[in-house]
Each structure stands twice: as C-alpha cells, then as structure tokens.
C-alpha cells in the first residue's frame, strides 16, 4: 500500500505538527497528574510522507514511538538544558536498530521519513493533551539551540 491508501484505509487526518494522525485509545482510567486528573494513556496511528517532518516540539508527558510499516523514521531528541542531541532510527529489528524509542517528558522532539512514508505509533503517558503541546518554535531562545550539530535541523522547525 501508498501512503494515500494507508491515509484512507486508517481514516487520518491532518496532525498540527506535520504528517497525519487519528487517535486510537484514550485510557478511561484516570491518573492525578499536579492535581490534574488525567487520562492514564493515549494511543495514536501517526504517519508522515517523505516530504513531510514531524515539526520541532514538547510533549508534557512520556511518549512512545513504536513503528510498523513504510520507510526507516528518523526521530530526533534534544535536551535542552544539557544541549544532548540523540538520533534513532526505527525501522523493523536489525543490528543497532529497534522498532520503537522513548522520548520523555519536556524533551524536544522531531522526525521524518526517511523514504516516501513511515507509518508508527505513538502512546503518551500520561495521555495527550493538546493543552501540553506546544511547538520549539515558540519556547523563548530556542534558536540559540540550532547551531552546530543542531544547525542542520533548524528546517524542522
């Protein structure tokens, strides 16, 4: 299957953040997050075309990327703070490469396909909210973050 067939097949839609989505869980159990309750666990079928990227950004809470079909994802985590950049590729199980990666929460993250489309998943924990989402590109300083070996990244924002 193309990418459109698998858009169509699985009923995406347009994500914020690039790529295309549609939400398959949402946990009806309830975690106490900062007194907040919240959903305990989100789960999501996220795909992004070879000319598309998953934009710079945070998530407040855990998230797991698990992939399942299409080209290799390239998915980019930057701690800000300790300015530690890690790259994973996840593509079907081979040496020094899994199918699946952690981002935790705060970390800024970003991804492509590095082919004409990668299909994943994603589970956040606590669930997602949209309220605890926000883009790099609107955190104060964040350019000062793009030099270096973060330079070339800049295009994800």
């Keep these: 299957m193309g990418a459109q067939e698998i ?14 989505y549609r939400e398959l869980h ?23 075309e070879g000319h598309q990227s998953s934009r710079w950004h945070i998530v407040k809470a855990d998230e797991v990327w698990h992939f399942y079909a299409g080209a290799p994802l390239e998915l980019f985590a930057y ?22 990666a952690v981002i935790p929460a705060g970390t800024w993250q970003a991804a492509r396909s590095l082919g004409d489309y990668s299909l994943v998943g994603c589970a956040v924990g606590p669930g997602f ?12 300083g964040h350019g000062d973050h793009f030099t270096g070996a973060m330079r070339p990244l800049r295009e994800l924002l």
Aim: net charge negative; with cysteine; hydrophobic share 40%.
């Design 7 to 20: 858009i169509n097949s699985l009923n995406l839609k347009p994500h914020p953040e690039g790529g295309w």
């Design 26 to 48: 949402r946990s009806s159990l309830r975690v106490t997050m900062s007194q907040e309750s919240r959903c305990a666990l989100t789960s999501i079928y996220y795909l992004l």
């Design 79 to 100: 701690q800000p703070i300790e300015r530690g950049l890690v790259r994973r590729v996840l593509a079907p199980p081979a040496a020094e490469i899994e199918p699946a």
């Design 129 to 140: 909210e949209f309220a605890d989402f926000s883009f790099v590109l609107d955190a104060p």
